[in-house]
Every structure is written in C-alpha cells, then in structure tokens.
C-alpha cells in the first residue's frame, strides 16, 4: 500500500464548477500538508501549505485536512480553463523527513 | 518571494559527456535543496537531498558517482551528469526548502536530451 494514494483521474469538468481534489494517507506522523498545481513540462507550484487539522482558504482555493480521517482535499471554487494542470498533493512528518507526493490528478477544465 | 530559478532550462549533449544543472532559491535561504526526475506521465522521483556544505544523501538506486551534487551555498545546488548516457535522458527538478519551514519550492525544471 502506497503511503499516499491519489486518484490519478483524468478529471474533466465545464468552466464555473466546483472542483473536489483528494487524497488519502496511512502514515499518521503526516504533519505538514501541501497542494502542488504542475502544468506540463514545468516545475510544481505551491498552492497551499497547511499544519494538522483544519481550513485554509486562498482565493478560489481551499484546502481542507481531517487528521482523524488521514484525508486531505483542494476545492477550486469557480474553476477556470487555466486551471487545467496535474495537482499533486503532499505531505511530510515533523521530523523534517522526505516529502511525500501522491501520484497526481490530471485535471481539465472544458470552456 | 520563494522564487526558485533552474538554469539551464534544456540541454542536448552527446553521449559520455558531463553536464551541470544550477539551482538558486533567489529570495530565501535554503540550507537543504532536493533533486528530482519526473518521466512523461508520472510524479516525482526525488533522487537525493542536498544540505548545505555536507555530503547529499542518495535515494536508493541512485548512483552517486553519476549524479554529482554540489550544496556550496545557502542558495545553490548543482546536479553534475556524469557520462551522460540517452537513458539519462529526462526532466530533471530541483526544490528548496525554506529555512525555519517545511515549506518547499520547485524549480522549472531542466529537460536534459543525451543523444
């Protein structure tokens, strides 16, 4: 069983929708959560970085941890065709160890 | 900020010779830099860990004396393609680590074609 597990999709959906990103994990020593957005050939870009438990919102984007579930998600609110990317989520305990990434949703936005 | 600049950002080279990849944090410091490759399709394969002015630490699988790494400051890495071969042929990223943080921050990207 692979420590993170993303559902590599594809994903497709029309401009405007809200869009539900997920993530499960088994390493409960997970601390530190991230969301990375990768448009093709080019390096990650944070999106959101977030401590245990809890809501941060950013703009159109929110990302939600449930600790008690190890379940982590990235809502895009009013999606846009340039939203369309691969997002990967990852994690890291605080022991400052390797991030880890899930595989990666594909995610297409159609106008 | 945390700007994190790759250079350079693609490279062809013949094969059995040596080719550099700079990383910069431009805007922070960052004592431990990662390097990755990513082939078509899928995530993330970290190779080493890089820490400013100590030996990196390889993944396993990952030959050091291929894959020279080279953390002289608190915003440069270097990755040094050994006798580069076509199967080195890859996309190759680089990431930074904010000091006090866990916060971390990914290059461009440098595509690297061994003919």
């Known amino acids: 069983q692979k420590e993170v597990e993303q559902d590599p999709g594809p994903l497709s959906v029309p401009e405007g929708a809200i869009v539900s990103l997920n993530c499960t994990y088994s390493n409960s020593a997970f601390q530190y959560f991230m969301w990375y957005r990768q448009y093709s050939r080019k390096g990650p870009e944070l999106l959101m970085y977030t401590y245990s438990s809890g809501n941060k919102e950013d703009g159109r984007f929110t990302a939600q941890v449930d600790k008690s579930s190890k379940y982590i998600s990235l809502f895009i609110r009013d999606s846009q065709p340039s939203d369309s990317a691969t997002y990967l989520c990852a994690m890291i305990n605080n022991q400052g160890g390797k991030l880890i990434f899930g595989q990666g949703t594909e995610l297409s936005v159609k106008p | 900020g945390a700007v994190v600049s790759q250079h350079p950002s693609w490279v062809i080279c013949k094969s059995g010779t040596s080719v550099k990849i700079e990383c910069r944090s431009l805007?922070?410091?960052?004592?431990?830099m990662f390097w990755y490759r990513q082939f078509p399709k899928q995530s993330l394969m970290l190779m080493a860990t890089?820490?400013?002015?100590?030996?990196?630490?390889?993944e396993q699988g990952v030959e050091k004396d291929k894959f020279l790494i080279n953390h002289a400051s608190l915003t440069l890495s270097t990755l040094t393609v050994t006798s580069a071969h076509p199967e080195d042929s890859s996309f190759y990223i680089c990431s930074a680590r904010r000091d006090g943080t866990y916060e971390q921050y990914f290059g461009p990207g440098t595509r690297l074609t061994v003919t």
């Open positions: 890089s820490n400013e002015g100590s030996k990196a630490t390889y």
């Open positions: 805007d922070f410091q960052a004592t431990t």
